[in-house]
């Protein structure tokens, strides 16, 4: 079963992202006691994927994208 994520778990993978899968869930549970509301949600989603996730999987997953600023549109 292919595991998806939705985009804003990719930002949040993105953000805390380290060499492996185990080290990125490890960083993420880091903060999860600072962060409250959809933000929890956000990261038990997150995690439970994650946990489920292979870690050949993982690193396929091209995160470095969610770290850069979106383009300004012009108007």
Known sequence: MKIRFE???YFLMAMFQKVSR???IQEI???ISLVDGEMVSLINRTLEKLEHL???EFQAL???A???EPAEEDL
């Open 7 to 9: 985009e804003e778990e």
């Open 22 to 24: 185990k080290e990125t």
């Open 29 to 31: 549970c880091k903060v």
């Open 54 to 56: 292979s870690d050949v």
């Open 62 to 64: 091209e995160l470095e």
């Open 66 to 68: 969610y770290l850069q």
